[in-house]
């Protein structure tokens, strides 16, 4: 007769004599719906809106892809959440969201998430250590790319954008300036990824939620 034992302690899975990698349930400590009322509070720019719904998108499109399906939401409010300070706070980024996220409840987990796509950019502590911080980290910057490159497309959209397309506007320092090729090449390095393939399935996440991105920034 075989003794199953099991104990799950942090994350590690003992059975039957030996340790397993168990994925705990992230809390994200708000819904859905009580994080967009929150980010809401402090940020009114369109621009800032679309961004935030965007990344929430793509985050949880990645959750899907990268076999984390059981954590989409939390991805996904991560997404929503991460410039929360920005707006109202742009010397402070990701300095004051641990404050504005505690106030509205936010789990621990995801203000560390939060605060870690900052890291190496400006002074927090927290670098990306989940897989899905490094996606946050690398696809944050890279957005914001997909989006100048798509917006001047004679269909100003993403559907019908190519990688070479995306790699020429990257290679072309003056277009979209703002957006740091250096901080997605380490958002990539940190995934262990090659540059096309963040650049390709960024483009298809986005692909995935500009629809639904666009059809609520009409309703607002
Ligand atoms: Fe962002």
């Not at 369109?46 to 719904?53: I, T």
């Not at 991460?82 to 706070?89: G, K, Q, R, T």
Request: glycine share 8%.
């Amino acid at each position: 007769m075989i003794l199953l034992l099991t104990i799950i302690v942090r994350g590690l899975h003992f059975c039957n004599g030996s340790w397993y990698h168990h994925p705990m349930a992230l809390q994200s400590g708000v819904s859905r719906e009580a994080a967009w009322e929150l980010f809401r509070t402090y940020n009114k720019d369109p621009f800032h809106l679309q961004h935030a719904l965007t990344v929430e998108g793509v985050m949880d499109w990645y959750a899907r892809e990268l076999g984390y399906a059981d954590e989409a939401e939390f991805w996904g409010i991560t997404g929503l959440l991460h410039d929360i300070d920005f707006e109202e706070y742009p010397d402070r980024h990701c300095l004051k969201a641990p404050e504005l996220l505690r106030a509205g409840g936010v789990s621990e987990e995801m203000i560390h998430a939060v605060c870690s796509h900052g890291w190496g950019i400006v002074d927090v502590e927290a670098k990306p250590e989940h897989e899905m911080e490094k996606v946050l980290f690398a696809a944050d910057e890279l957005t914001g790319l997909v989006w100048a490159a798509a917006i001047i497309r004679p269909s100003r959209s993403v559907k019908d954008m190519e990688v070479k397309s995306l790699k020429k506007k990257y290679k072309t320092p003056a277009f979209a300036a703002g957006c740091s090729r250096e901080v997605i090449e380490r958002g990539a390095a940190l995934l262990g990824w090659e540059l096309d393939a963040l650049f390709e399935k960024t483009i298809l996440a986005m692909r995935n939620c500009e629809d639904s991105v666009n059809a609520f920034m009409r309703g607002l």
